[in-house]
């Protein structure tokens, strides 16, 4: 492919026009403070307010669009951008890139699956079976590496159905809550590959305008996600009970402390707690004394 000539002051940032990942990746560019228009209506998009181009796609097309350099950023699933990494390194084809952040949103996992009824003690029962499969880099390299010798036999979709039509006698599918497994009368004996969407970047290099773009975003990015999990909590506690009730807060560091009008006996305490506080620790603080607990989402966080 001839050199693509990408505007020196913008970022280009391929996603998802329409699937799982797509509500995701622009709800990310939301919070990230990237104000985007009616998506989805045209293939190339401008942030108004971050110099930020986005380019609407299939997912499959994601990779290549990044390894090519044709977009200088690019969000899709792991799953995807490792198998099509596969396939071009064996092409002989441009298959460089970086990833700049794991996100957390699009999590899965590649596994090999087989009907209910039949038999498995251990992967050697892979042995001589048909695979069917959309990832046949993946599943070809998980067999080679187990030393198992089976028939990988491609299909673009429906994959769960290969069985059943006599296709296939196992397949190896992308499972989240294992439903379409169950409906179709398979179960999972492998996990071969975990995935999650991650945001990745071209090898080429970029100019100094969007590398401080791409630091800009990066900066928002960690801020959102580590906001995702962390709370705000607020509580009323025993002077002499401080000591156990900040041993029972999640990832929090030096609470603020705030006396209390008209009671000598308690404090209040705020403090940012950066894991996800359970039921079980809030019923935790109040046997420890606490009152008046509340726990509040925090929107975006920057240490
Ligand atoms: O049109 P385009 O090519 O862009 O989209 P697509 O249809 O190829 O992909 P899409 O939108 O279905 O998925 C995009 C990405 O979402 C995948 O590449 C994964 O990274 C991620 N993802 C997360 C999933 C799933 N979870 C998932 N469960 N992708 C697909 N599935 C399918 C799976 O193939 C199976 O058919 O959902 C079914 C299983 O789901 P459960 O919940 O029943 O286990
Ligand atoms: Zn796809």
């Known amino acids: 492919m001839p050199p693509v000539t990408l505007p020196t002051d913008r970022l280009r940032l391929a996603i998802q026009k329409s699937g799982r990942l797509s509500t995701d990746s622009l709800d990310l560019l939301k919070s990230c403070g990237i104000k985007i228009k009616a998506p989805k209506e045209k293939l190339l998009l401008h942030a108004d307010n971050f110099p930020v181009d986005l380019l609407f796609v ?3 097309d994601i990779p290549q669009l990044v390894m090519d350099g044709v977009c200088d950023l690019g969000i899709v699933g792991q799953n995807v951008l490792e198998e099509s990494s596969l396939e071009r390194r064996n092409a002989g084809s441009r298959h460089a890139y970086s990833v700049e952040r794991v996100l957390d949103f699009g999590g899965c996992r590649l596994a090999i699956a087989i009907p209910e009824e039949r038999p498995f003690s251990s992967l050697k ?3 001589g079976l048909r695979i069917a499969t959309s990832y046949p880099q993946l599943t070809g390299r998980f067999l080679a590496e187990q030393n198992i010798k089976a028939d990988v036999v491609t299909l673009s979709g ?14 190896c599918d992308l499972v989240s809550s294992g439903s379409t497994l169950e409906a179709n009368k398979l179960r999972a004996v492998e996990t071969i590959f975990k995935s999650k969407a991650a945001l990745i970047r071209s090898d080429r290099s970029l100019t100094a305008e969007k590398s401080h773009a791409l630091d800009i975003m990066l900066s928002r990015i960690d801020g959102v996600q580590k906001a995702a999990d962390a709370k705000y909590i607020m509580l009323h506690a025993p002077k002499a009970a401080l000591a156990e009730i900040r041993k029972l807060l999640p990832g929090s560091e030096n609470p603020t402390i705030l006396p209390l009008a008209g009671d000598d006996t308690k404090v209040a305490l705020h403090a940012v707690c950066q894991e996800a506080v359970f039921w079980e620790t809030m019923e ?11 726990v509040l989402p925090i929107e975006k966080m920057m240490l």
């Open 284 to 294: 935790s603080l109040k046997k420890a004394g606490a009152s008046s607990i509340l």
């Open 158 to 171: 429906s994959v769960e159905i290969a069985p059943r039509l006599g296709l296939a006698d196992a397949i």
């Open 125 to 127: 029962d892979l042995e």
């Open 58 to 60: 299939r997912d499959d």
